[in-house]
């Protein structure tokens, strides 16, 4: 089972990575959740698997093939927030892209290398546009 | 009520922001109730950096739950100075926003993220936990993520993307090393690192760990060579939020560093051997890419590389004044870098452009802000008696004593280029007359809340550098401090009093 889990997730991790790489910008925030989603994955098996029963203890007893509560308590919490943070790094994709079309890194990059803009109409003329 | 002081600083940024999300409608109040929780936060941190001052050490378990098994929460005076720092930029960031007003959504959206982002920053400092440290630094992404591209514009927008995806890959590393760390030492609580480590008892296995989640740490404090992300997108933001980022985001990666490094490896190594050449390398290259920038934003972010590599030079000498050269250098550094973006800031809003060329005559039109903006552009390069020339001093003394005779170099000579660095936006931005005339340059009458924050900046940076003596000995207190492991050791002591 942990060979298992262990080859999921040196796949999706270079799944992630490779995506990463990519030129176009779709890809490489694509990429950023699938290699979130081999870390969580990692994670999880960093507290052994193998034991199955709930981590319950009843009163006076010591179960003694609970699963360790504490990773899934973490990467419930790391799936929340990677959720969240994904869910932004879309949006600010798709609005990119609403305003210039933007598909490749090299351009994204060209563009915060652009001269400062003139501040002439007003305090923050870049907010306005 | 000890325990209600102790989660003080990241309570009220959360409730703050919760009114100002509240009071959305209100137009007004929303400023309002932000200055008023940023003013008792500034309160708090004051207590408890007296209370730090004399020797206290807070800490609480959260929901009573012992340590090793709950979470863990410490102010020692590294936090508790750093809270206050953070408190005080935080309040002159609001403040000076204001003066740049025109957009009511824009500002209304940037106090709500600021308390966010102030939360996170506290967070990151009080916790004695380190998954709960990646809670915190993931607060603080996702407000800086919301902030940096807060009004949008397709240059904004571009920067956004790129700080949002190697922000976001940084974090994965840090999340991956938390889990391998908990895999392999089966614990997360700092104490409990500390003392497996420092008995030698630590894994393999765990060591690599910590070691990836350095690297992590690293890529948030922008230290060489993991920095190109911060150049790229710092300057593309609304000045406010560039001033904030440069005072305090990359100060949280750098007292990640400290933090994990002096309590696992008190004894310098192997580890402080490959910190030391980076720091060395953070310090000229962006010393030397500030050096071939033309806009004042963009020359003073490679400057925040630059000075990272000092704070780092000090944790890798690693011996007590070296230290206390480094909590110094953090204490000077986010004074005065904020305060040299909110000077940039209002010269580019007089000028009508930030960059160099464009840009000319202040001297003549605002002399005032000529005189505040040599006060933190002369402590930066480290000139006498201004705050960064006595960090500075440590710095050199620290690795002189230890004969690092090339990182004592690398230090001075950056020292000169950032002064070379500084005389540029200088004869540039305030000697040389306005390429269009006099008459292209705005009126100040506006800006008088900027000038008053900038200036007590800059007066904070001179009382610093003539009243050395007891910020000395506060840095030397916390450095022996942070050797000695002692406030996070101490929670694995059973509670005394129960």
């Known amino acids: 089972?942990?060979?298992?889990?262990?080859?999921?997730?040196?796949?999706?991790?270079?799944?992630?990575?490779?995506?990463?790489?990519?030129?176009?910008?779709?890809?490489?925030?694509?990429?950023?959740?699938?290699?979130?989603?081999?870390?969580?994955?990692?994670?999880?098996?960093?507290?052994?698997?193998?034991?199955?029963?709930?981590?319950?203890?009843?009163?006076?007893?010591?179960?003694?093939?609970?699963?360790?509560?504490?990773?899934?308590?973490?990467?419930?919490?790391?799936?929340?927030?990677?959720f969240a943070l994904f869910a932004f790094a879309l949006a600010l994709l798709k609005?990119?892209?609403?305003?210039?079309?933007?598909?490749?890194?090299?351009?994204?990059?060209?563009?915060?290398?652009e001269p400062a803009p003139d501040l002439r109409q007003g305090p923050d003329r870049e907010g306005q546009a | 009520m000890k325990a209600l002081l102790l989660i003080s600083p990241v309570l009220l940024p959360l409730l703050t922001l919760v009114a100002c999300i509240l009071l959305r409608r209100q137009g007004a109040w929303v400023i309002r109730a932000s200055l008023l929780g940023s003013v008792l936060l500034l309160g708090c941190a004051g207590v408890l950096l007296w209370q730090a001052a004399q020797g206290q050490v807070l800490s609480a378990q959260m929901g009573g739950w012992q340590a090793p098994y709950g979470i863990s929460l410490v102010i020692d005076r590294l936090a508790a100075a750093l809270i206050a720092i953070s408190a005080l930029i935080g309040l002159a960031t609001l403040l000076y926003g204001l003066t740049h007003h025109g957009h009511g959504r824009l500002e209304r959206h940037f106090h709500l993220f600021v308390h966010g982002l102030m939360a996170g920053i506290c967070g990151a400092f009080i916790t004695a936990d380190l998954f709960n440290l990646y809670v915190w630094f993931e607060v603080l992404l996702i407000a800086s993520f919301a902030l940096i591209s807060l009004g949008g514009g397709p240059r904004r927008l571009a920067g956004s993307l790129t700080y949002v995806a190697l922000n976001l890959l940084a974090t994965l590393v840090f999340l991956l090393a938390a889990g391998l760390l908990y895999g392999s030492a089966g614990t997360l609580n700092m104490g409990e690192l500390a003392v497996q480590f420092r008995s030698g008892q630590a894994s393999a296995g765990a060591e690599l760990a910590v070691l990836l989640m350095l690297l992590a740490f690293a890529i948030k404090a922008a230290l060489f060579p993991v920095f190109g992300w911060l150049p790229a997108t710092y300057h593309v933001a609304w000045t406010p939020i560039s001033a904030l980022f440069a005072g305090l985001l990359t100060k949280?990666?750098?007292?990640?560093?400290?933090?994990?490094?002096?309590?696992?490896?008190?004894?310098?190594?192997?580890?402080?051997?490959?910190?030391?050449?980076?720091?060395?390398?953070?310090?000229?290259?962006?010393?030397?890419?500030?050096?071939?920038?033309?806009?004042?934003?963009?020359?003073?972010?490679?400057?925040?590389?630059?000075?990272?590599?000092?704070?780092?030079?000090?944790?890798?000498?690693?011996?007590?004044?070296?230290?206390?050269?480094?909590?110094?250098?953090?204490?000077?550094?986010?004074?005065?870098?904020?305060?040299?973006?909110?000077?940039?800031?209002?010269?580019?809003?007089?000028?009508?452009?930030?960059?160099?060329?464009?840009?000319?005559?202040?001297?003549?039109?605002?002399?005032?802000?000529?005189?505040?903006?040599?006060?933190?552009?002369?402590?930066?390069?480290?000139?006498?008696?201004?705050?960064?020339?006595?960090?500075?001093?440590?710095?050199?003394?620290?690795?002189?004593?230890?004969?690092?005779?090339?990182?004592?170099?690398?230090?001075?000579l950056t020292g000169v280029f950032t002064l070379l660095s500084m005389s540029k936006i200088w004869n540039e931005a305030f000697l040389k007359p306005h390429p269009e005339?006099?008459?292209?340059?705005?009126?100040?009458?506006?800006?008088?809340?900027?000038?008053?924050?900038?200036?007590?900046?800059?007066?904070?940076?001179?009382?610093?550098?003539?009243?050395?003596g007891p910020v000395l000995d506060y840095a030397q207190a916390s450095a022996s401090q942070l050797l000695s492991g002692e406030a996070h050791l101490a929670l694995l002591a059973p509670p005394a009093g129960d």
């Open chain 1, 95 to 113: 609005r990119s892209r609403d305003l210039h079309g933007d598909r490749e890194t090299d351009h994204v990059s060209a563009v915060t290398e």
């Open chain 2, 437 to 468: 005339g006099e008459a292209a340059l705005g009126n100040s009458a506006g800006l008088r809340l900027a000038l008053a924050c900038i200036a007590v900046l800059a007066g904070l940076t001179l009382l610093i550098g003539l009243a050395a």
């Open chain 1, 1 to 82: 089972m942990i060979w298992l889990t262990a080859l999921t997730v040196a796949g999706l991790a270079a799944l992630g990575l490779w995506m990463l790489l990519d030129r176009n910008l779709k890809r490489v925030v694509l990429g950023i959740a699938v290699l979130g989603n081999a870390i969580n994955l990692a994670v999880f098996a960093a507290g052994r698997l193998g034991a199955e029963q709930a981590a319950f203890t009843p009163a006076g007893q010591v179960p003694l093939a609970a699963a360790n509560p504490l990773p899934q308590a973490l990467v419930l919490t790391a799936i929340v927030i990677g």
């Open chain 2, 252 to 412: 949280v990666g750098v007292y990640a560093l400290i933090r994990l490094v002096t309590l696992l490896w008190p004894e310098p190594g192997a580890l402080h051997q490959v910190l030391l050449w980076l720091a060395c390398a953070s310090m000229l290259v962006g010393v030397l890419g500030a050096a071939a920038q033309t806009e004042v934003r963009r020359i003073l972010s490679f400057h925040v590389v630059s000075q990272v590599g000092y704070m780092v030079l000090g944790l890798a000498l690693a011996s007590p004044l070296a230290l206390a050269g480094a909590v110094f250098y953090l204490i000077h550094h986010i004074v005065v870098k904020a305060n040299l973006f909110f000077i940039g800031g209002l010269a580019a809003l007089l000028c009508g452009s930030e960059r160099l060329a464009a840009m000319g005559g202040l001297y003549a039109r605002a002399p005032w802000l000529a005189l505040l903006f040599a006060i933190p552009a002369l402590s930066l390069a480290g000139i006498p008696p201004l705050s960064g020339f006595w960090a500075k001093f440590l710095l050199v003394k620290a690795s002189l004593d230890l004969a690092a005779w090339t990182a004592a170099a690398v230090a001075l």
